[in-house]
């Protein structure tokens, strides 16, 4: 189910981090993206920027409440932005955010965004403080 935001923000805010095209077999039969889907790909660019900070390994810990404003159609073009928001002795806030081009070229859509909490580990998976 989806619901229309009060207040949408024209622009996205973080740095473009991801791009990918939705495609057939990530959607159900009303040809919706799955939200997991959307997730994943949320994960994935929140996990680049959250290891750039770490310079190295990281593992997603939490993710904040999350609400889906829009639906994700095949052929749109997710777009994932995100910006680190807090850091603590081993963990980093990344907030991302996914917004779609719809049909590859048309109009910029927000369809959710949440704040991901990553851990920086070391080499054996153990979390170490931030360097």
Known sequence: MTHEPETQTETP???LTTRTLAMP??????????????????????????????????ATVAIEAMSFLKPVHVGDILCVYTGVVRTGRS?????????????????????????????ALDETGKSHPLP
């Open 13 to 15: 805010t973080g740095e």
């Open 25 to 58: 077999a990530d959607a159900n039969p009303a040809g919706d993206i799955f939200g997991g889907w959307v997730l994943a790909q949320m994960d994935i660019a929140g996990g680049i920027c959250a290891s750039q900070r770490a310079k190295g390994r990281v």
């Open 91 to 119: 963990s980093i806030g990344v907030h991302i955010e996914a917004w779609v081009l719809r049909d590859r070229i048309g109009e910029r859509v927000k369809v959710t965004d949440a704040t991901f909490t990553f851990v």
